[in-house]
């Protein structure tokens, strides 16, 4: 008689977990449970698509127009619909800054609700084409006044997000969330179509032996930031670290939570700013290492005490390890004096 491989009756998926937390909260009503599971289904439509992609590649089966005979949409195009076609319909939002998106999404009375959701749909899209990890990135904020949506209501710092995640489509699709009780990480199971909790309350090493940067802008770096890198090569000052660079933020920083380390993304000549996002890019991640006992900077304060000036702004970025951070920071400090 054949038998049924061992299939477990009590799985603990990602809307289980949210529902039990909701449960501990006081005064919850169970819209951000509602909220979560949206962000979810595009998760998983996205996390489908993007295996297509590689396929259609792979073996050169692109179908220029789908069954309505409209033109196949670009990834990150559909990414960034279904992220605002789940949340608009989930009743929990009252308003969206996306990266794709020039102005606010609003939406409209009837579906409106009280969180505010910041999001990069697909980040590292300069890897979708070589089949490198890309990922999606979100911040999710409460809506505190009775104001009517506008970018100023988008520019809360990041210390007031209630919860924040990012979905990694890697060798597997995982998503990793906070809702400020720790980290937990949510493997998606294809069989079943399900989120199920692989690992919880993840915890950052305290130092790493890996450094994460675009090293080819070195010219471009400030004396600090050369300073502290040719430090993690040089025998003489300990055990050389490793680099590592995927160039997708997601996929960067899911190392660096894992192994331990540092990713930094620092200003360069070209980009005074940083180059990464700070409402939906660097946020979110701050949210998440900090939860898991990092830390994150922008090289002057906390990122999360960040207060934005606008809804794209730009932020340099220094996270991961505590002490590999603090180490970065005091090498800034040290040549800021
Ligand atoms: P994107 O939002 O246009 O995809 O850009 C963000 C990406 C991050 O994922 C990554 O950390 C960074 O850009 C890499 O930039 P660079 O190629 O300058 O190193
Ligand atoms: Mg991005």
């Known amino acids: 008689m054949s038998k049924i491989p061992s299939i477990s009756s009590d799985t603990m998926t990602l809307t289980r977990h949210v529902l039990a937390q909701q449960k501990l909260a006081k005064n919850a009503t169970g819209d951000l449970t509602q909220l979560l599971t949206s962000i979810q289904t595009a998760v998983k439509v996205v996390s489908f698509a993007v295996r297509k992609a590689g396929i259609t590649q792979l073996f050169g089966t692109a179908e220029k127009t789908n069954v309505q005979g409209e033109e196949v949409k670009k990834l990150d195009v559909l990414a960034n619909d279904l992220f605002i ?17 020039e102005n606010i999404i609003e939406v409209e009375a009837e579906q409106s609700g009280k969180y505010i959701v910041c999001f990069d749909p697909l980040d590292g899209s300069s890897n979708i084409d070589c ?12 809506k505190e006044t009775d104001e009517a949506p506008s970018p100023s ?27 400020g009780n720790g980290v937990d990480m949510f493997m998606l ?27 080819a802008y070195e010219n471009k770096w400030e004396p600090a930031i050369k300073e502290y890198v040719k430090n993690k090569k040089d025998p003489s000052k300990g055990k050389p670290y490793g680099a ?36 939906y890019e660097c946020n979110p991640m701050a949210f998440i290492v900090t939860q898991a006992g990092g830390l994150a900077t922008n090289g002057k304060i906390p990122i999360l005490d960040v ?12 996270l991961g390890s505590k002490e590999d951070v603090e180490e970065v920071q005091a090498l800034i400090n040290q040549h800021a004096n």
């Open 85 to 101: 076609n789940m949340l608009k319909s989930s009743y929990t939002t009252c308003m969206m800054v996306s990266e794709e998106n």
């Open 131 to 142: 089949l490198a990890s890309i990922g999606s990135i979100f911040g999710i904020y409460r």
């Open 153 to 179: 209501l988008g520019l809360q710092p990041g210390n007031k997000m209630v919860a924040a995640g990012y979905a990694l489509y890697g060798s597997a699709t995982v998503m990793v969330l906070t809702t």
């Open 189 to 215: 199971d294809p069989s079943i179509g399900e989120f199920i909790l692989i690992e919880s309350q993840m915890k950052i090493p305290l130092r790493g032996k890996i450094y994460s940067i675009n090293e």
């Open 244 to 279: 590592r660079y995927v160039g997708s933020m997601v996929a960067d920083v899911h190392r660096t939570i894992k192994y331990g380390g540092i990713f930094m993304y620092p200003i360069t000549t070209d980009a005074p700013k940083g180059k990464l996002r700070l409402q």
């Open 307 to 318: 207060v934005p000036t606008s809804i794209h702004e730009r932020s340099p970025i220094f």
